[in-house]
């Protein structure tokens, strides 16, 4: 088996290495010493690179990756990322969104209470200056004062959840979500601007684009209350720098904090100068737990970008999912997986490929249907598949497809694949849980419940004693390490989904087929 080629560019925490190197069919190669300029040498041959800010993803990059058919960008910015120019050559260009949830709220909560309480201040003042002046250090309670929270999705709707727990009056506005996301926490939802520009408190939490872009300049400003406190942990720009200064120098922003810039570093920037804002120099990620999530998702993404199974978090996908709602991700990854996952029961030339959808996620069963011919696919066709030619490959290879919307089975949102060869047809069902919980629930009728990730092996059995012990013994004897066991039963055997430590080995595979009892056993790496 050729092994797939990841070169890491930019550091990541040890843990992103070690996930890596734990894959037989990755080659990883540690490229983070390696000069910028003869960096084109090292991803000549490589499938997939993993890069961080230091690394410009630009033509002369692309030039020298031949090969990429994707890079990871192992945070949440992509300003240096040419996503046209990724695209042009059919790059496929992740980045990582949520790994610094939790260390970017935090930071929010800690600006919050700088700029009620003036810490930084009060602290040089005794620790820098020794002066004891507690008259001078007056602030304000967080309690009963209205925080109003621009975008209300990962970040700010727990940065809302932790400023309600201060006692604050929550004012969210999202145009982009279903109104119950916020009043169903006991929050308010507006749909006017006006609104948030009413409150004490004033947070950001949205992505840089042409609507955002100075959403907050001296036109809102004018309309705030006089001693206002503006948060800005997102990104530079979103706060007009020009207006704030402005605010702040007049007093009618009374306080700000600031982590984010238009341009950094920011070592000249005159926000630095004035003495009622809090500065950080962008420290939303910098986390040590932060960063340890991010290099596990980058490696993850890394990996299965490379094995061609999905391309998780992508941003330049000729489906445009920054149109589609942030719930829909989770179910266009998924459809792909277990594709995937059904094309390893039978292992047959496939004669069609159908999906349904059940609830809500019906409405973008098109798009579902898209994801699900590329993972159906992938394994035989390799490069060959992508989200742009794969209507005409399956027309091409005289595939059926079809796709149709359900009446509910038990669940809000469910996709069920099936895969028809000429040794049958092969049905997974998953849905998700929460913003991003994948579960595979059905395989062929039985019911099952594990997550669509990792080295696994399907096994269908008669539904008699004594399996489960054959098949561990077999795999304890080739020092195959059980990492979760799941069982369904139906009329007709048993099904087990068993997730290992450990490839198995054709010779094993052969082995676990020949068990007693034993109907079918495959083994999937996903």
């Not at 004490?200 to 705030?224: G, Q």
Request: aromatic share 6%; with cysteine; glycine share 8%.
């Amino acid at each position: 088996m050729k092994q797939k080629k990841i070169v890491v560019c930019d550091s990541i925490h040890k843990i992103g290495f070690d996930i890596l190197k734990k894959e037989s069919d990755i080659a990883v190669v540690d490229a983070t010493n390696v000069a910028k300029d003869k960096l084109g040498e090292v991803i000549a041959d490589a499938d997939v690179a993993i890069t961080r800010s230091p690394t410009d993803i630009d033509a002369a990059f692309l030039d020298a990756g031949k090969k990429l058919c994707a890079v990871v960008r192992a945070g949440v910015g992509v300003d240096n990322v040419d996503l046209d120019e990724c695209s042009k050559r059919g790059v496929i260009a992740m980045n990582v969104p949520t790994a610094n949830t939790i260390a970017a709220v935090e930071l929010t909560m800690a600006h919050i209470l700088s700029t009620a309480r003036s810490f930084p201040y009060a602290h040089n003042a005794l620790k820098q200056d020794r002066i004891w002046k507690r008259e001078k250090w007056y602030g304000v309670e967080l309690f009963g004062k209205k925080l109003g929270v621009i975008g209300f999705g990962n970040i700010g709707s727990r940065v809302a959840i932790r400023a309600k727990a201060f006692g604050m009056d929550i004012v969210a506005y999202d145009p982009y979500i279903q109104s119950n996301k916020v009043t169903d926490l006991g929050m308010s939802y507006t749909e006017n601007f006006d609104d948030i520009l009413a409150c004490d408190f004033i947070t950001i939490h949205t992505p840089k684009n042409k609507e955002t872009i100075n959403i907050i300049d001296k036109k809102e400003i004018a309309k705030m209350k006089d001693g206002v406190r503006l948060i800005n942990v997102a990104r530079g720009g979103l706060y007009n720098e020009e207006a704030l200064v402005d605010g702040l120098k007049s007093g009618k922003i009374a306080f700000a904090g600031i982590d984010v810039f238009s341009k950094e570093p920011a070592l000249d920037n005159p926000l630095l100068d004035l003495e009622n804002i809090t500065v950080t120099p962008h420290l939303g990620a910098n986390t040590l737990e932060s960063q340890e999530k991010i290099a596990v998702c980058a490696a993850e993404q890394a990996i299965l970008s490379a094995r061609g199974v999905s391309y998780p978090n992508a941003l330049n996908l000729p489906i445009k999912t920054e149109d589609l709602p942030s719930s829909v991700a989770p179910y266009l990854e998924l459809a792909q997986k277990i594709s995937f996952l059904a094309v390893q029961i039978y292992k047959r030339p496939i004669l069609g490929i159908h999906i349904e959808g059940e609830g809500s996620i019906g409405e973008y069963i098109k798009s579902l249907l898209t994801f699900s011919i590329v993972g159906a696919l992938k394994e035989s066709l390799g490069d060959n598949i992508n989200y742009v030619n794969a209507g005409y490959v399956v027309e091409e290879k005289k595939i059926e497809v079809s796709s149709k919307v359900v009446p509910l089975s038990g669940y809000s949102n469910k996709i069920t694949v099936k895969i028809s060869t000429d040794k049958g047809v092969a049905e997974v069902s998953g849905t998700v849980f929460g913003e991003d919980e994948q579960r595979v629930v059905n395989i062929n009728g039985f019911k099952t419940d594990f997550k669509p990730k990792g080295k696994m092996i399907v096994f269908k059995n008669r539904d008699v004693p004594g399996v489960i012990a054959s098949i561990s013994t077999l795999l304890a004897q080739n020092d195959i390490n059980i990492a979760d066991f799941r069982l369904g039963r139906g009329n007709d055997g048993a099904l087990a989904v068993i997730l290992v430590d450990q490839d198995i080995s054709k010779e094993l595979l052969v082995k676990l087929n020949e068990l007693p009892n034993c109907i079918w056993a495959q083994s999937v790496n996903i």
